[in-house]
Structures are given as C-alpha cells and as structure tokens.
C-alpha cells in the first residue's frame, strides 16, 4: 500500500530544518518506498513548486555535504503542498480529495504534529470528524507523531494523552524525542546488553555514582518565546536527560521490542526516590545565565533557569543508594552531552600512593553522546621505565575512526520507524506521565519556601557554583572526559 506522510504545520521551522532533510535522506538511501508521498500542510499560501522550491533551499543549507540536485529533483516529485487551516474541517476534507487525485495515490497515513502545542487538540479533533483515524486493512494504517513539548506538566500530559486515546490506540501514537534517534544513545543498549563484560559490574557494588551532562553553548536564540514558558527542567529534563537515564538505568529487557523496552523504563522511573521540599536546595541547583531577561522575548525579571543540576536516587536492588547527577544548561562553555560511569576504588591499594608514586584513581566508563561520540574506558597503566609508577590512561573508541565521519540525524531514524511501524524509539504513555511526575515534583520545591535560588552564571562558563557544591558535598566532581582535553583529571 502507498503511504503518505502529512506535515501539519509545514511552513515551520522543524520542516524545513529536520523533517524534509531526513526524509530526503532516507530517500537518498533508497530506504523509502517509490510511491511514498510527503504532504505539507498549512495556512501560508504556498503552491507546490514555492514549497519545493524553499524545502530545496533547506536541505542545500542544512546538509550541504548530502545536497545533490539530482537526487533532489526525483526526490521532490513526492513532495507536496496543501494550504489549509488547522482549524477547518472543510480543508482537511480538500487534503483527502487532493490525496485520492496523487498518482499511486496513498491509503496509509502518518500524521506529523510539527505546529504549535496548542494546536494538537485542534488538529486531533479534526482528523477524527474528517474520519482520517480510523484503520482497517482497505484503508491501511493510520498513525500520528506527535513532536514535544508533550505537555507542560503532569495534568496537561495527562489531558493530551486522553484527547489521543479518544480516537487512537496507543499503538498508534508515536511521541518523539529526538535524543532517542541519537546513534550514540540507541548504543548505549548495545553496550550494556551486546556485550558480556561491563553487564556484571553494572550495580551498586561497582559503581560509585554517575553523571548525566547535558551542556549547551547556545542559548535561548530565537525561541524564547517557548523556552522563556518552559525552562530547562521543561525541556531537557522531562524528556532527554531522563531517557539517558532510564537508558542506564534500566534492567535487561526480555527481547529488543517495544513494550519490553518501555516496561523496563517505568520501572525505573517508578523506582526514582522523590526529592521532599525541604530538601530542595540540597539535592537541586538552578541558575540563569547573565543577560538572559535582555534576550528579546524573554520577560523582564523573568525567574526561568536556563540551567538545572539534580541529585537522584533510584530505590531498587541494582542502585540502592548510588547518587546519579544530572545537569543541563544554556550558554555554557561548549556543546557537550556525556554519561560517566564512575566504579568504586580498588578496595585496598597494595601500590605506594604514600609517595605519591602512584595515582589514587578509580575506573570509568564514558559515554561521549556528541560532539565527539564515542566511548572512552580510564584505568590504571604502569609507567615504563620507571619502577613501579601507575597512572591513568584512556583506551578510546570513536564513530569517526571506526565507522567514517557522517552519523545520521535522529530524525531520520526516528521518521522511518514511524512510516515502518516500529515504536523502540517513541515515548509510550506512561513513561511521559511517570516522568512529568518526576519534574512536577521537583518544581513543587523550586515554588516551595524551600526553593534554591536562582544562581547566575556567565554566559560561557560551566554554569552556576552551587552545582560544583552539590556533586563537592560528598567528595566527588563533575567529569568531562569526552572533550578531549580533561577538564577533570583529578580521579
Ligand atoms: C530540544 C530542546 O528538545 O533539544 C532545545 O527544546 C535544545 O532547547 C535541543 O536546544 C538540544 O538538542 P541537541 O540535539 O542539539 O542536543
């Protein structure tokens, strides 16, 4: 059967940037089917040739390295242009007659939710009285992403989640989040459960903490009309830094499927240890760069973080009383996401650290999710030549080196498992409401009389004091093995 993947709020930024580059792509690759018809929809008066026209521009800009016109030209003859309102039912009647006059004309359909969060309500609504939902096997498979912010808190998640089931099943509904299309995130599965070596030491016995950097050197840019409303928590926490966490976290799944792996992911959200409000300043930072309340769109005296460290706990077998740290923030000194697995001492030290001969240092595992991705592995090396010296060293792999230079963009995983019908990499239900609990629950304390203040940092440094002291607190240090040069050598 065709299939048609329908933009709705086509005329946008995410188009334009990611989801026409992606599709592109995965055409370039010949992992598109021929027949498969891209159409976007929305109320700027484009015609078919001025959308093509624009999208051509972007892809060129965006991925100039991949940009070839030929491929572009047979690529665009699936491309399509519906002007439309969100809002009218008439209009989406005109996108079914229009989608029944396409040569190989499609029967399946992938709805993209690429407007405004406000709109998915309304666009819901309409493509269920304009019976585009409903599935069977003659009219082929009805199916809806549905882009973040998926809500702004636990309730609003929870109205949203509603509205889709009211005329969805679940297995129709793909909410993304981009982090999970990253190369470097979907591998930190095949590490832990592809390989027979790290699985064993993965546990309270071995591991003294970990950390979760999430660090930005961008800040709020043209988006701070959203960013301003939302914050870091928001829009990093509820979503990315708590997927690479339940991705760490999580037990061995049954089978690499879906549910198995989405189980495994509540569980660990359930297992989350609440931060009461009384403890808010301890076991949370939150900072806003200087010069964030200039930026325009953002309102003067605003109290939004730009940044946000945690200290959590997760109260089952495997992590009973192991601190993982977790931190993310705008303006910061460079991009860089990492998790560091950091294992415990060797529990005696038979080498001389009295003389300082010898490092006082720990094992630890580091997973680069970008720029540099890769994986670099710390342990102890004699020093040649010089009696019994040790030091640490690296052993280290990048993508670069082992597989070439160009990783694809999440989204272009992400768009062919929609169209494939695979659901690994989405977010189900329960695991955006167990999350969201999470960060309401934090941000009750931030509105408590308990509430930490709102540190200010430079723009360009690594974000607010109060973080080193609350990963200093109990003698440890915030890790950045990925950038190369060893921010932290201390061990
Ligand atoms: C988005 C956030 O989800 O992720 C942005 O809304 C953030 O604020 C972006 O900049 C970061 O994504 P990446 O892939 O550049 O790390």
Same mark, same amino acid.
């Given at each position: 059967m065709n299939t048609a993947f329908i933009i709705f709020g086509a005329s946008g930024d995410l188009t334009a940037r990611k989801l026409i580059p992606a599709m592109y792509n995965n055409y370039r690759k010949k992992r598109l089917p021929e027949t498969v018809q891209i159409i976007g929809f929305s109320r700027s008066p484009y015609t078919d040739d001025s959308f093509r026209e624009k999208m051509k521009e972007a892809v060129a800009a965006f991925i100039p /390295?991949? =940009?070839?016109?030929?491929?572009? #030209?047979?690529?665009?003859?699936?491309?399509?242009?519906?002007?439309g &309102? +969100? &809002?009218? +039912?008439?209009d989406y009647r005109s996108l079914v007659h229009r989608m029944s006059l396409l040569e190989d004309h499609p029967s399946n359909m992938l709805f993209y939710l690429a407007t405004a969060p406000g709109l998915y309500s309304k666009v819901i609504g309409r493509l269920h009285e304009a019976s585009m939902t409903v599935e069977s096997d003659q009219s082929g498979f009805r199916r809806i992403v549905v882009e973040k912010p998926f809500g702004n808190d636990l309730a609003s998640a929870i109205a949203i989640n509603n509205e889709l089931h009211g005329v969805l099943d679940e297995r129709q509904i793909y909410r993304i989040d981009h982090y999970l299309g990253k190369e470097t995130v979907q591998n930190v599965l095949v590490l832990r459960f592809g390989n027979a070596i790290f699985e064993p030491l993965w546990n309270r016995n071995y591991i003294d903490h970990i950390q979760i950097t999430v660090a930005e050197s961008v800040g709020v840019e043209h988006r701070a009309g959203y960013f301003d409303q939302t914050g870091t928590l928001r829009?990093?926490?509820q979503n990315h830094l708590l997927q690479l966490l339940m991705l760490v976290a999580k037990e061995p799944p049954v089978a690499f499927e879906a549910d198995a792996l989405h189980n495994e992911k509540v569980k660990v959200l359930r297992a989350i240890r609440e931060i009461p409000a009384e403890y808010s300043s301890r076991y949370s930072v939150r900072g806003q760069y200087d010069g964030y309340c200039s930026a325009e769109g953002v309102r003067q005296n605003s109290a939004t973080e730009t940044y946000a460290a945690i200290q959590v706990y997760i109260d089952n077998w495997r992590w009973q009383g192991v601190p993982f740290y977790l931190r993310s923030g705008k303006n910061l000194k460079e991009k860089s996401s990492e998790i560091t697995i950091q294992f415990r001492r060797p529990p005696t030290q038979i =080498? &001389?650290?009295?003389?300082?001969?010898? /490092?006082? =240092?720990?094992?630890?595992?580091?997973i680069c999710i970008q720029p540099d991705e890769g994986i670099h592995l710390r342990f102890a090396a004699k020093v040649p030549d010089l009696g019994l010296q040790t030091r640490p060293v690296d052993m280290d792999f990048h993508y670069r080196d082992s597989f070439g230079s160009n990783l694809p963009e999440a989204y272009e995983r @992400?768009? @062919? #498992?929609? *169209? *494939?019908g695979d659901k690994s990499l989405f977010a189900r239900s329960d695991v955006i409401e167990h999350s969201w609990k999470i960060i309401d629950s934090i941000r009750s304390g931030w509105e408590s009389e308990y509430a930490p203040p709102l540190f200010r940092y430079q723009p360009?440094?690594?974000?607010?004091e109060a973080a080193n002291t609350l990963i200093g607190r109990e003698g440890r240090w915030w890790i950045q093995d990925c950038r190369g040069e060893g921010q932290s050598d201390r061990s």
């Amino acid at each position: 059967m065709n299939t048609a993947f329908i933009i709705f709020g086509a005329s946008g930024d995410l188009t334009a940037r990611k989801l026409i580059p992606a599709m592109y792509n995965n055409y370039r690759k010949k992992r598109l089917p021929e027949t498969v018809q891209i159409i976007g929809f929305s109320r700027s008066p484009y015609t078919d040739d001025s959308f093509r026209e624009k999208m051509k521009e972007a892809v060129a800009a965006f991925i100039p /390295e991949q =940009f070839d016109i030929k491929i572009w #030209d047979e690529f665009a003859r699936h491309v399509h242009y519906q002007v439309g &309102d +969100i &809002d009218n +039912i008439n209009d989406y009647r005109s996108l079914v007659h229009r989608m029944s006059l396409l040569e190989d004309h499609p029967s399946n359909m992938l709805f993209y939710l690429a407007t405004a969060p406000g709109l998915y309500s309304k666009v819901i609504g309409r493509l269920h009285e304009a019976s585009m939902t409903v599935e069977s096997d003659q009219s082929g498979f009805r199916r809806i992403v549905v882009e973040k912010p998926f809500g702004n808190d636990l309730a609003s998640a929870i109205a949203i989640n509603n509205e889709l089931h009211g005329v969805l099943d679940e297995r129709q509904i793909y909410r993304i989040d981009h982090y999970l299309g990253k190369e470097t995130v979907q591998n930190v599965l095949v590490l832990r459960f592809g390989n027979a070596i790290f699985e064993p030491l993965w546990n309270r016995n071995y591991i003294d903490h970990i950390q979760i950097t999430v660090a930005e050197s961008v800040g709020v840019e043209h988006r701070a009309g959203y960013f301003d409303q939302t914050g870091t928590l928001r829009d990093m926490f509820q979503n990315h830094l708590l997927q690479l966490l339940m991705l760490v976290a999580k037990e061995p799944p049954v089978a690499f499927e879906a549910d198995a792996l989405h189980n495994e992911k509540v569980k660990v959200l359930r297992a989350i240890r609440e931060i009461p409000a009384e403890y808010s300043s301890r076991y949370s930072v939150r900072g806003q760069y200087d010069g964030y309340c200039s930026a325009e769109g953002v309102r003067q005296n605003s109290a939004t973080e730009t940044y946000a460290a945690i200290q959590v706990y997760i109260d089952n077998w495997r992590w009973q009383g192991v601190p993982f740290y977790l931190r993310s923030g705008k303006n910061l000194k460079e991009k860089s996401s990492e998790i560091t697995i950091q294992f415990r001492r060797p529990p005696t030290q038979i =080498f &001389d650290v009295a003389s300082g001969k010898t /490092e006082l =240092f720990t094992n630890r595992l580091s997973i680069c999710i970008q720029p540099d991705e890769g994986i670099h592995l710390r342990f102890a090396a004699k020093v040649p030549d010089l009696g019994l010296q040790t030091r640490p060293v690296d052993m280290d792999f990048h993508y670069r080196d082992s597989f070439g230079s160009n990783l694809p963009e999440a989204y272009e995983r @992400l768009l @062919l #498992d929609a *169209l *494939l019908g695979d659901k690994s990499l989405f977010a189900r239900s329960d695991v955006i409401e167990h999350s969201w609990k999470i960060i309401d629950s934090i941000r009750s304390g931030w509105e408590s009389e308990y509430a930490p203040p709102l540190f200010r940092y430079q723009p360009g440094s690594w974000g607010p004091e109060a973080a080193n002291t609350l990963i200093g607190r109990e003698g440890r240090w915030w890790i950045q093995d990925c950038r190369g040069e060893g921010q932290s050598d201390r061990s």
